[in-house]
């Protein structure tokens, strides 16, 4: 069965420090990526998405993710993370094949401090 | 302004009944779901529908149901038969098309003593 790993469960990091998060996926097949986040008080809501194309994928507030196919991953990173950073992250991973069922990893949860 | 409706925020339930999760929408989506959020691990599948009067199982069905009647609504019941109900449930819904984003709801926290 597909299986999406996130390594890192809780990550600290002080303000302007770089961030990488690690996402593996297990399914071998042509997949979609996704990256979630989850502000506190806040409900989830769309960081990136990868379909096809340039394997490095641009999000909102200065997020952004490669996909290595061989080594079937996609890591979130930023350069410098910011106080307002501080949330849940989740990755989600969708097989290419007209399913609509997502599939999510357990979740890193991130703490910036000032 | 469009969304996911869930209510209520908070549900308190005795062990051994049933209890429906609302699940509204007014996005005009196809396809809607329901997630559970345990911590440390992550959002777990239960169901979800591709179109109305259709749904498919996830990864952890047992002991709920759900139903389709209407685009717009998806309830949740979660029945005595599962083990551990008390959680943090999540509805989504996207267009369906490609592999859209989901929209999500902002949950209910099931409490069963």
């Known amino acids: 069965a597909q299986s999406v790993s996130q390594h890192n469960h809780h990550v600290i990091l002080s303000e302007a420090a770089s961030l990488e998060l690690g996402c593996n996926y297990s399914?071998?097949?042509?997949?979609?990526l996704f990256w979630y986040v989850q502000y506190p008080g806040q409900h989830l809501q769309l960081l990136l998405k990868?379909?096809?194309?340039?394997?490095l994928v641009k999000g909102i507030k200065g997020f952004e993710a490669e996909f290595i196919k061989s080594k079937f991953s996609f890591n979130l990173r930023k350069p410098s993370v910011q106080w307002s950073d501080t949330a849940e992250y989740f990755c989600a991973v969708n097989e290419n094949l007209g399913s609509y069922k997502l599939i999510f990893g357990s979740g890193t949860r991130l703490l910036v401090r000032p | 302004d469009g969304g996911i409706t869930q209510s209520p925020k908070y549900l308190f339930r005795k062990e051994g009944q049933n209890v429906t999760l609302s699940c509204e929408q007014n996005l005009n989506h196809d396809a809607m779901y329901w997630y559970r959020q345990d911590p440390g691990q992550g959002l777990r599948l239960i169901y979800y529908s591709q179109i109305v009067n259709d749904f498919q199982k996830g990864d952890i069905a047992e002991g709920y149901s759900v139903s389709r009647e209407k685009k717009e609504s998806f309830p949740l019941t979660v029945t005595s038969a599962q083990k551990n109900p008390t959680a943090f449930y999540l509805c989504?819904?996207?267009?369906?098309?490609?592999?859209?984003?989901?929209?999500f709801g902002n949950g209910t926290r099931l409490t069963v003593t």
């Open positions: 989504a819904s996207s267009t369906g098309q490609g592999v859209s984003p989901l929209h």
């Open positions: 399914y071998g097949g042509t997949v979609n």
């Open positions: 990868y379909f096809s194309g340039d394997p």
